[in-house]
């Protein structure tokens, strides 16, 4: 099993940052994988970035150039750095962790972009 805690949201004008964490515990050397989905009002869910174990990393198109996915393992912590902000970001942020077998999600973070 493991555990994923999200922190970091809140409300913020346009233009501006915000930093999400997502600390992991429990079985973390079972994870291959780690990363972020929002969910904004009455729309899908949408991926937004992904790191692997070994660092690679990959970003939607719709923040590529504004957010960076990093790593913290002597923390078992995630972070997404989320710069230029836009109000269609708003939503909230789940941290997702895979393994072989399973996917494990956070219980989200509020991200409000005002205009």
């Not at 999200?6 to 004008?13: D, I, K």
């Not at 992904?50 to 923390?75: P, Y």
């Not at 399973?102 to 973070?109: A, R, S, V």
């Amino acid at each position: 099993q493991v555990q994923l805690v999200e922190s970091g949201g809140g409300l913020v004008q346009t233009g501006g940052s915000l930093s999400l964490s997502c600390a992991a515990s429990g079985s973390i050397a079972s994870l291959n994988a780690m990363g972020w989905h929002r969910q904004a009002p009455g729309k899908q869910r949408e991926w937004v970035a992904t790191i692997t174990i070994h660092g690679h990393t990959t970003l939607a198109d719709s923040v590529k150039g504004r957010f960076t996915i990093s790593r913290d393992n002597a923390n078992n912590t995630m972070r997404l750095q989320m710069n230029i902000l836009r109000p269609e970001d708003t939503a909230v942020y789940l941290c997702f962790g895979t393994t072989l077998t399973n996917t494990y999600w956070g219980q989200g973070t509020q991200v409000t972009v005002s205009s």
